[in-house]
């Protein structure tokens, strides 16, 4: 993994003179995008393609009402005031540590995970695994505004702690409602989830255990729902590719968190994940069957860059990590899937 040829930086910084939303909430994958084909070793496309992808994004919002410190949460989850959050992380990073801000702002947001369908928490990971390769100012940049958009987009789901099951993961899926057809809502996914049942879904977040390691925790989550991408893709593939690329972020920001903020974040990380479920998945969940031939990763990288799509490269560099890590041929299927179903046409 290699960025040392300056462009993911300069990258960066076009990015940030752009929004963190356009087209009526659709979120700005520009920088994230570009980290995931830095980790996947193609640093030569990220300028190409950041040129195709910032021609549909927005201006940068405006700071006009300043966040003050202790006042913090009365501005969680106002998408207006992005702008004021940005201005806010940007004072935080520059008086302390970025690893200290990101244990104590982790902490505090992990009941929000679902901010802009987990673009928050992802677009957040990507930013400390690009400052775990080296500290800048356009990386610390996008730390802020992977923390800003996360708070500006907060989004809590129906709760309810009490009676902890330490499930696995497969088991506690099957115990999760779906939301009838009838009920389910189109759009975006931020908005479909809100259609879960308060008093069903609630005790979702208790059902499974999160006491062990979170790297096995996570390989646990992400193995369960990569199976829901395979049985769902055909009507669903945007909504479930979140539910393995924001564990898989989850991952990346452990290293840096306490064990209290890991365990919280690992709960919140599978409620998300099992809101997506219920708002989408299908009633018997199917079995999926699995073709173990070889897939071969380099050509599976090519055919990602070619494909263009933000999400199929995303989820690309995800699979392709989350299969080095448990050698499932799942992940490698799916992949496959997504660069073929989502490979864009347009100049």
Not at 79 to 107: C, K, M, S, Y
Not at 259 to 268: I, K, L
Not at 340 to 347: F, P, S, V
Request: proline share 5%.
């Amino acid at each position: 993994m290699t960025d040392n040829d300056g462009s993911f930086d300069e990258v960066l910084a076009r990015f940030a003179a752009t929004g963190p939303e356009f087209g009526g909430g659709l979120s700005n994958h520009g920088p994230m995008a570009a980290e995931a084909l830095v980790a996947l070793g193609r640093g030569d496309a990220v300028a190409p393609w950041a040129e195709w992808y910032a021609r549909r994004l927005l201006d940068p919002p405006q700071a006009r009402n300043a966040i003050a410190p202790d006042d913090w949460r009365e501005a969680l989850g106002d998408i207006a005031r992005a702008g004021d959050w940005i201005a806010f992380f940007e004072r935080e990073l520059g008086r302390r540590p970025w690893r200290d801000a990101v244990e104590t702002w982790v902490a505090r947001l992990a009941p929000g995970i679902m901010a802009g369908a987990t673009h928050g928490i992802l677009r957040t990971a990507h930013a400390v695994r690009s400052l775990d390769r080296g500290e800048n100012p356009q990386r610390l940049r996008e730390l802020a505004e992977g923390l800003a958009y996360w708070a500006a987009r907060y989004q809590s789901l129906p709760t309810a702690l009490a009676g902890q099951r330490r499930l696995g993961v497969a088991a506690a899926l099957a115990e999760v409602p779906l939301v009838p057809a009838a009920s389910r809502r189109a759009g975006l996914i931020f908005d479909a989830v809100k259609a879960v049942d308060a008093a069903g879904f609630s005790p979702a977040i208790g059902l499974v255990d999160v006491d062990g390691a979170a790297g096995e925790f996570v390989s646990g989550v992400t193995r369960a729902f990569v199976r829901q991408y395979l049985a769902n893709a055909p009507t669903a593939s945007i909504s479930f590719i979140h539910t393995v690329t924001a564990p898989s972020a989850l991952r990346t920001l452990a290293p840096h968190l306490s064990a209290e903020t890991r365990r919280d974040a690992m709960r919140y990380a599978w409620q998300a994940c099992a809101s997506i479920y219920a708002a989408y998945g299908s009633e018997p969940a199917p079995v999926v069957h699995v073709n173990d031939a070889a897939v071969d990763a380099d050509d599976l990288v090519e055919q990602a860059v070619a494909a263009r799509d933000e999400h199929a490269i995303k989820f690309t560099e995800a699979c392709l990590k989350e299969h080095r890590l448990t050698g499932d041929a799942a992940f490698l299927a799916a992949a496959q899937d997504a660069v073929a179903r989502l490979r864009r046409t347009e100049k």
